[in-house]
């Protein structure tokens, strides 16, 4: 065998011993873990946040290091959320824990039950590159609060926040409790392979089936948050100023790149020159002309170059198919830039309007009859969000009957991300399962059913089988 390759496998063989050393010594934590109160728990949900706050600036330097990523948009979408949902969990953590009655059913009554919430046990956080911090530390405060060991693997695309990550992780928590291996794919099937009790995954759907075939095998169970195409309609009633700021500024932030994101928009035809107006005030207002915008500083760029070229290639394509660029247009492959871009006329089989975008091109699609709008967003796989704009009531209850998406907002985006108290998550393509809040917790927990016998009725229906029996029975049958 050639050296060089028999290093490289000593060395694969060096990572995977002590990934199924973690694994195992986890496995006698997590016992342990049955046992902790609530307090102890949100000792540990504490720590962490104090962690993250400590290292704020790192996250900040991290996230302009990896992408150009503005501070700002650092501290309000990946350190905000994390300490949101920390404290939530904190707040509110004895309620989630505490043992839930239920009543008797028709079938039980005698007894007295209740549902006991119990950590799944060994858990797998594996997370995306493009919101790193708070899509591995926001799951890690569930999986704390519902008293699992963690392992997270995140992304190697954006080294430099992987690395703060770690270190937070590392200053935190003992590795038999939470540990991070980082790594590209190989790592993440060193991983898969092992019986976790739940998979927590963030990413594309692609690998959203890759992950979840490998849980079939151990039959664990798994979140799936992932991508799509999320639609924004905007009817000829709507606030066209509000409805431009809010979605460019959805949009936009991350530089596109939000699973979230209003992927494109319809707009209805009687006023889609006024919203195209209001969409360029609002671009030069927020990035400058087109001249200054790829100098803003608010501006993110493209996670790496192999992106900004699969983005590049979604504008030449719908383009070259007859589209018409309204605004920006322009791309620098070698800075990642690619201007802020509106897109009108787009045809239905353009790239663009097939694949999820996750960068900084916005098709505008006007219509006419909104039932067409609806078809055409049930004909595509269901979608992470659904967006609405209008002032009329009967057209926010067609669209929100006769659709479906993981989340919907009525004019405003992307806000159902930060509400603590909603679950957050997709439906089949972009995702299965949900996290955040108290949602978050039972994605972590077991919900064991519990019996307790207090009158013996259930004696009534032993053998041998006699005619009282049988008549009881009936009766039942009857009346249950
Ligand atoms: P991705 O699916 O490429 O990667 C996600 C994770 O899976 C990373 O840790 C990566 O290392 C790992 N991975 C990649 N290929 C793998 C393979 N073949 N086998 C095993 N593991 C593999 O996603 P991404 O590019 O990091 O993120 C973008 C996608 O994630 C978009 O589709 C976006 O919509 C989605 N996303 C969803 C949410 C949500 O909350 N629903 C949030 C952020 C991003």
């Known amino acids: 065998m050639n050296p060089s390759v028999a290093h490289i496998e000593t060395e694969f063989d060096l990572i995977r011993q002590k990934v199924h050393r973690v694994f195992a010594a986890q496995g006698i934590t997590a016992l342990q873990l049955r046992q902790i109160s609530h307090a102890e728990r949100a000792a540990k949900i504490k720590k962490l946040k104090m962690a993250l706050l400590a290292n704020s600036e790192a996250v900040i330097a991290a996230g302009f290091a990896d992408f150009g990523k503005p501070a700002p948009e650092v501290s309000l979408t990946e350190i905000l959320p994390v300490i949101a949902e920390a404290n939530d969990a904190i707040r509110k953590l004895r309620r989630w824990m505490k043992p839930k009655k239920v009543w008797p059913s028709r079938m039980t009554v005698g007894t007295s039950s209740y549902l006991q919430y119990e950590p799944k046990g060994r858990v797998l956080i594996i997370a995306p590159w493009n919101y790193a911090v708070n899509l591995s530390l926001g799951p890690l405060v569930s999986a704390l609060a519902a008293g699992n060991t963690v392992i997270i693997k995140p ?37 898969l392979n092992l019986p976790f009790d739940h998979i927590f995954f963030t990413g594309s759907p692609a690998v959203g089936k890759i992950v979840m075939a490998a849980a079939a095998k151990h039959l664990t169970s798994v979140t799936l948050e992932l991508g799509g195409k999320s639609p924004t309609i905007v009817d000829e009633t709507a606030d066209l100023a509000a409805a431009a700021k809010n979605i460019l500024w959805a949009k936009f932030t991350n530089n596109g790149q939000t699973c979230i994101a209003p992927d494109h928009i319809y707009v209805h035809a009687n006023v889609k020159e006024a919203f195209l107006a209001e969409c360029i005030k609002t671009l030069q207002a927020a990035y400058g002309s087109a001249a200054e915008q790829v100098n803003s500083p608010d501006l993110a760029r493209i996670v790496n170059e192999r992106h900004a070229a699969r983005v ?8 070259a198919m007859g589209a018409k660029v309204v ?11 690619i201007e802020p871009t509106l897109l009108t006329d787009i045809p239905d089989d353009a790239m663009i309007m097939r694949e999820e975008i996750f960068g900084p091109l916005l098709p505008v699609i006007s219509y006419a009859q909104l039932d067409t709008v609806i078809a055409s967003i049930n004909a595509a796989p269901k979608p992470l969000a659904l967006y609405i704009w209008s002032s009329k009531q009967a057209t926010i209850d067609k669209v929100m009957q006769q659709t479906t998406s993981g989340g919907a907002c009525i004019n405003h985006c992307v806000v159902q991300f930060l509400h603590g108290n909603l679950p957050f998550g997709g439906v089949n393509n972009s995702g299965i399962g949900s996290g955040h809040g108290h949602h978050g917790f039972l994605a972590f927990s077991h919900e ?24 009881l029975i009936a009766l039942f049958i009857k009346t249950v």
């Not at 991070?180 to 991983?191: A, D, H, S, Y």
């Not at 590049?312 to 383009?319: E, N, P, Q, T, V």
């Open 327 to 337: 605004a920006g247009g322009q791309a620098d492959l070698m800075l990642r830039y």
């Open 448 to 471: 064991r059913a519990v019996v307790r016998n207090r009158i013996m009725f259930a004696k009534m229906f032993y053998p041998p089988y006699t005619a009282f029996t049988r008549r």
């Open 312 to 319: 590049k290639a979604l504008l030449d394509d719908a383009i």
């Open 155 to 191: 992304s190697e695309m954006t080294p430099h926040t992987s690395a703060v990550i770690a270190k937070i992780i590392r200053e935190t928590f003992d590795e038999n409790e939470v540990a991070l291996f980082e790594g590209e794919v190989q790592m993440t099937q060193i991983l």
